[in-house]
């Protein structure tokens, strides 16, 4: 049926639905009501209970969380090799004004969670939490606003979001990560070097690199590192280079196997996680709770944070000349934009369950300052760029 309706010219809807930059995001908040309401309505011990139910050496919340989301790392590594070799963040003109406003984004929020709970060691383990921007949540709202937003912005966000990806991924890896294990690290070790040898190999088929890569995830969830990671080491070695001498037009090895992920993680991986992990029960919570320092920290850190950090900078480096206004953008756009970058919904709950993965209690008050946070962020930005005119359309040629 797919190949009739390209066949008459006809668009195909499933493919225009996937294809929609803001199904992705539209998606995770329906997914992330959904599990609010499950998690307060009377299937909530049923909830509960399949997440903890033990599939092996894991628990169903584990094996979404170290197993699934490897997948989702995995197309992160994907999207970060590829930007910076062949995309937005190959030359250096491209990479300062993202690069600069990301390191900001990273560097407020935490200095404002330290701030909200300063004398809490305990706490401060989540400064981490809003290090990196949702990007399927940010292009959905931007997708809605339509022309407001000039292409140039949206690729600013994009490869924001891309190099904070790199530095929660960085932050994970050195922060997150306790009881190493000597001998699975050096067989770790040992796959990662025959990872590469394939790419300097010339290897060009990708069921090698699966192969050696499902092995690498087994090590490294029994190193003490956190497995997830494994999915960005397979992607930094999948090859960038095309087939010679099969074809001109021949996709290479790492664009064919971040097109057949895409979809199945935005779609498929990343919403079966933020369903597992959204989920807070409010009856065991008291009022007191929602207004901790944890829960007001995160919030005000996806919120103010984020704005500060990522609006500040960018600002800082326009006006300096370090930097240049993205092309056909102005100040009320870079705020909107700065805004939305305090949308950080599926990395931030995952570094959070990370951070509190002894205290269910400080998880739930985490997600609720992670829910909260998002959406007033993204309700602000939404409200800020709305209020910019669409731009006029140029005036028909005179006869």
């Known amino acids: ?172 890896a050195v922060f997150y990560t306790s009881g190493l294990s000597l001998p699975a690290l050096g067989g770790a070790a040992l796959v990662l070097a025959a990872l590469w040898g394939l790419n300097r190999a010339g290897v060009l088929r990708l069921w090698p690199y699966l192969l050696l890569g499902a092995v690498l995830w087994v090590l490294v969830l029994r190193s003490g590192i956190h497995a997830t990671l494994a999915g960005v080491a397979i992607a930094f070695a999948i090859p960038l280079r095309s087939v010679s001498g099969v074809s001109p037009t021949a996709e290479a090895p790492l664009h064919r196997l971040e097109h057949r992920l895409h979809h199945w993680v935005m779609f498929g991986v990343v919403p079966v996680f933020g369903f597992a992990n959204a989920g807070v029960s409010f009856a065991g919570l008291t009022p007191a709770a929602l207004v901790d320092h944890l829960t007001l920290g995160v919030a005000a850190r996806l919120l103010l944070g984020k704005l500060v950090g990522v609006f500040g900078t960018a600002a800082l480096a326009i006006r300096l000349g370090v930097a240049v206004m993205p092309t056909g953008a102005g100040w009320r756009q870079l705020l909107g934009v700065s805004l939305l970058c305090g949308i950080g919904f599926t990395m931030s709950l995952f570094i959070g369950a990370l951070a509190f993965a002894a205290s269910p209690v400080l998880q739930d008050e985490v997600k609720i300052g992670i829910l909260a946070g998002s959406l007033l962020a993204g309700l602000a930005g939404w409200a800020v760029l709305q209020l910019v005119p669409e731009p006029r359309a140029a005036p028909a040629p005179a006869d």
């Open 1 to 172: 049926m797919a190949g009739l309706s390209r066949t008459l010219g006809r668009p195909n809807p499933s493919r225009a639905l996937f294809d929609n930059p803001a199904a992705g995001g539209l998606l995770l908040m329906l997914v992330a009501a959904l599990a609010l309401l499950v998690a307060n309505s009377p299937v909530a011990p049923a909830y509960f209970g399949v997440l903890s139910t033990y599939l092996g050496p894991l628990s169903v919340v584990h094996w979404i969380n170290d197993g699934l989301m490897a997948l989702f790392f995995l197309l992160v590594g994907l999207e970060i090799k590829r930007e910076v070799l062949q995309g937005q963040l190959s030359t250096w003109p491209g990479r300062v004004l993202p690069g600069l406003a990301a390191a900001g984004g990273m560097a407020v929020p935490a200095l404002v969670f330290v701030a909200f709970n300063w004398g809490n060691p305990t706490a401060l383990r989540g400064w981490a939490i809003p290090s990196a921007t949702d990007i399927a949540f940010a292009l959905g709202v931007l997708a809605l606003l339509g022309s407001r937003v000039p292409a140039s912005l949206k690729v600013f966000l994009t490869a924001l979001a891309i190099i904070d990806d790199f530095g929660a991924v960085l932050i994970i």
